[in-house]
């Protein structure tokens, strides 16, 4: 074998090793795309379960304070923006911080009727609200963990050669402001 | 121990068969005195064995006496070991279950035992022991293991293991996790539950999650003194696991509690 053969055979093998680690990052990119789509489409559904529970809980609140209508339209505007169709997850995450705001308004309005508090309905839907701000929390750690691998592979080399080729950029994290929904879940035995 | 022992008996059998066939066939065998010697060596140690086995097994019925626990010795079914895939079971041969005490930690069934296994064969044969404890959940999890971060983990990641990376980076250095389901791992490893498996006394733990059983396991035999502490790692591993993760499961902890109230009320 002369040197031109050899030398032809080894930069064909350097070829084809940087092909097939060319294909390996960009379907791990692929995967790692699609996993965070699917864990946001996983927050999406949680958001959706809590914004339906609202409207119950404004209608309970109403039946003991009716007068406090202010707050009432407050939570019906925020709930009616934060279920909207399409906002990614910074968007969502602002939405979704100013019906926290005007909940926590609501929840300050039942402190003041004891009788509400006492109401089994009234429990029944706090601790339903508890437990799908849990679940919204549980998706959003494994939302911003998906996350957070496909961006340290968008920005660290050599894969970020790929991600430039082949257009793969950065993701939003879902980050929201209310301590409730921050907040570690409320374990109940 | 038990092993001893059958060394013991055969050794004196094997001596015994040995004086008889010189005898017979007229060859030069050893002399009386060795014999003697070699049947007092292996009477001994069957005596020593037995002794100690006797010896093992009151300190661990004392120790369920105490305890409330049950002591109910070997398991020839294997019990646990074979509802279990993961390490340390599955591995070698022969496998055995011994030591086994069972009772409840927190209102829940609980259970220790001695796993062994042997690897290799002939010279090359190895035995292994380790000190399993178990904790019954209340409803099935999806496999989940936490291992402590090590030179073998370390190899184990660099040849395709999983990791799961979680939001702490003290966490993320000490443990490795194993888990098929990502989503539920992050629900049941929370903030709150990270925390708790960075305190000393959980430092080092290896467990999984499998079935319907929480597993910690050490090298070596039993050591009653490690069953509690153990333990209470374990019980507050579930303990935090939240609640619409048992929901997701098929169990919800507030209904039960619920019930068991109305039951309580109703009676």
């Known amino acids: ?182 907040q570690s879940p409320s374990v109940s035995f | 121990m038990r092993r001893g022992v059958r060394i013991g008996a055969v050794a004196v059998l094997g001596l015994v068969g040995f004086v008889v066939v010189t005898s017979w066939t007229g060859m030069d065998g050893p002399g009386v005195g060795m014999v003697a010697f070699g049947a007092a060596v292996a009477v001994v140690v069957t005596i020593g064995g037995r002794w100690l086995r006797e010896k093992r097994r009151q300190q661990l019925t004392a120790w369920a006496a105490r305890t409330g626990w049950t002591y109910v010795g070997k398991d020839p079914g294997l019990g646990l070991a074979r509802l279990h895939t993961g390490r340390p079971f599955g591995q070698g041969s022969r496998p055995t279950v011994t030591e086994v005490l069972t009772g409840a930690y927190e209102q829940r069934p609980a259970v220790s035992f001695t796993y062994g296994w042997t690897t290799g064969s002939g010279d090359e044969s190895r035995e292994h022991e380790a000190h399993v404890v178990g904790l019954a959940l209340p409803a099935y999890l999806p496999t989940l293991e936490v291992t402590p971060e090590g030179v073998g983990a370390r190899l184990a990641k660099a040849f395709g293991a999983r990791d799961l990376q979680l939001e702490s980076a003290a966490f993320n250095a000490a443990y490795r ?80 509690i619920a019930a068991q109230t109305d039951s309580k009320e109703s009676s």
Not at chain 1, 58 to 79: C, L, Q, W
Not at chain 2, 219 to 240: C, E, F, Q, S
């Open chain 1, 1 to 182: 074998m002369t040197g031109g053969t050899i030398a032809l055979v080894v930069v064909i093998a350097v070829v084809v090793i940087i092909l097939l680690w060319a294909v390996a990052q960009y379907n791990g990119f692929v995967r790692l795309r699609n996993l965070v789509q699917e864990s946001w489409r996983q927050i999406d559904v949680e958001l959706h379960r809590r914004h339906d529970l609202i409207p119950n809980l404004v209608e309970t609140v109403k039946g003991y304070a009716a007068h406090e209508r202010g707050v009432f339209d407050e939570v019906t505007r925020a709930r009616a923006a934060a279920s909207g169709p399409g906002a990614g997850p910074a968007e969502q995450a602002a939405q979704e911080n100013a019906l926290n705001a005007a909940l926590g308004r609501l929840f300050a309005v039942a402190e003041n009727y004891p009788v509400l508090r006492a109401s089994e309905n009234f429990q029944q839907l706090q601790a339903e609200l508890s437990n799908t701000e849990d679940r919204i929390a549980a998706g959003r750690r494994f939302y911003n963990a998906n996350v957070r691998e496909l961006n340290t592979k968008v920005e660290t080399f050599p894969a970020n050669i790929i991600a430039n080729m082949f257009g793969f950029t950065r993701a939003e994290y879902f980050e929201v402001d209310d301590p409730q929904v921050r």
């Open chain 2, 177 to 256: 996790v194993d888990a098929p389901d990502a989503r539920t791992a992050h629900a049941i490893l929370h903030p709150r539950t990270l925390e708790r498996l960075l305190r000393p006394d959980a430092l080092g733990l290896s467990w999984r999650i499998e079935g319907t059983w929480l597993l910690s396991w050490e090298a070596g035999a039993t050591d009653t003194a490690r069953i509690a502490p153990r333990l209470g790692v374990m019980a507050g591993v579930v303990r935090g696991v939240p609640r619409h993760v048992w929901q997701d499961h098929g169990y919800d902890p507030a209904a039960t």
